[in-house]
């Protein structure tokens, strides 16, 4: 695989990637103290190569330093023809290296970036704007900050590009700008696949838009919810899935509003929806006891649907309706393959193919999960 078409997989972090994360914040600490003596910014005492006191702890234990903290970790699909270092000892990269961290907050009714760092081995192949994009959905409707020292122009129009803006400083430090990015609904620059993503001007200032609010099936939902449900499959699967397929599940929409009616009285799973302006709902989630046989260690809860309309893609409504269903727990889903934005969305909320698959009507699912209650760190 060339290198220029690898692509970085965001992730949440786990356990096994402690020793890992904690050598890439090494690296990420001695390079910031390292520009910041050649700036002037800090003076040129100790021992070189040695970090202040207060970043220790997030080197030696970054689980305990980063304690509240969410960690998102980017790896590659393959690294087999990366030149370079990796984050870790300086040597050649490996497959499976971290190639990138993200240290997350929550901080004053905003979600907070307070590390965003890239391998020097995979620079320039879009490690570090998956994991802005990963932070900027994981926030939703929040706003997010961080901050940034003036000398860090790559870094900046990144930022820049994804609608942040220089904002009054809660950090006196000299030098060092505060960003902060306010997303709306419908906020092109959230849109990983959109054509004008990473286009948003730097000078403007969205407004800010709460998300739909989200609340649990009523039977009176059935008509809306049939609605929702056709148009979400025509949006999300026209060309994945036989076009008379699609067109046979509008035959009769009556049945299959009595039917959404009857199941929404009866089942014992959790089905939410998103509201939208009058009747009309934006998206819905169905979650429940897992269906699969637990024999394999297979978590208890299972994500068994969730749909949002295209118009709403990359607003963190459906990062509000997944953690609203299943939380920050062990889950399991199905996929169809092919279904490329679904996997991207679902790995970024730290699930991972486990090798199951299984052959349906209208195509191939592939089984994601993601792991045990103590396989997450820092998840708020």
């Known amino acids: 695989m060339a290198a220029d078409r690898i692509r970085p997989v965001v992730r949440e972090a786990l356990p ?25 910014v800090s003076p040129s005492t100790g021992t070189e190569g040695e970090l202040p006191e207060r970043y220790r702890a997030e080197v030696e234990d970054p689980a305990r330093a980063l304690a509240g903290c969410r960690v998102l970790v980017a790896e590659l699909e393959s690294a087999v023809d990366l030149d370079g270092t990796t984050a870790a000892d300086g040597g050649e990269a490996l497959p499976g290296a971290l190639a990138g961290i993200a240290v997350l907050a929550p901080r004053e009714g905003s979600l907070e970036i307070k590390r965003l760092w890239a ?3 995979v620079r320039g192949r879009g490690v570090g704007s998956a994991l802005l994009d990963a932070a900027v959905e994981a926030a939703g409707p929040r706003p997010v900050t961080l901050t940034v020292w003036d000398w860090r122009e790559r870094a900046i129009g990144l930022y820049r590009s994804r609608g ?10 000299p030098r060092l700008l505060c960003l902060r990015r306010s997303p709306a609904v419908g906020d092109p620059s959230l849109r990983a696949d959109s054509p004008s993503a990473g286009s948003a001007s730097a000078s403007s200032t969205p407004n800010v838009t709460a998300l739909p609010p989200i609340r649990p099936a009523r ?4 008509a809306a919810l049939t609605g929702l449900h056709l148009d979400a499959w025509d949006e999300a699967y026209t060309g994945l899935i036989a076009s008379e397929v699609l067109a046979a599940r509008r035959a009769d929409p009556e049945s299959r509003a009595r039917r959404w009616r009857e199941n929404i009285a009866t089942t014992p799973n959790t089905v ?10 934006l998206g819905f989630a169905i979650a ?5 046989e637990p024999a394999d260690g297979l978590p208890e809860r299972e994500l068994m649907a969730l749909y949002v309309r295209a118009e709403v893609y990359g607003t963190g409504l459906g990062h509000a309706l997944l953690r609203a269903a299943i939380g920050d727990g062990p889950a399991s889903l199905w996929v169809l393959e092919g279904n490329a934005r679904a996997i991207r969305f679902y790995e970024r909320q730290g699930f991972r193919f486990d090798g199951a698959r299984k052959e349906d009507p209208v195509g191939t699912e592939l089984r994601m999960v ?11």
């Open 16 to 40: 096994a990637d402690l020793p890992a994360i904690g050598e890439a914040l090494r690296a990420y600490l001695s390079g910031t103290e390292e520009e910041k003596r050649a700036h002037g």
């Open 119 to 121: 391998s020097p081995a």
């Open 164 to 173: 942040f803006a220089v904002v009054p400083a809660w950090d006196e430090r």
């Open 219 to 222: 039977p009176e939902d059935a």
């Open 272 to 281: 939410l929806v998103a509201e939208g302006t009058g009747e009309r709902l």
């Open 288 to 292: 429940g006891a897992g269906r699969d």
């Open 370 to 380: 993601r792991g045990t209650g103590e396989d997450a760190i820092g998840s708020a």
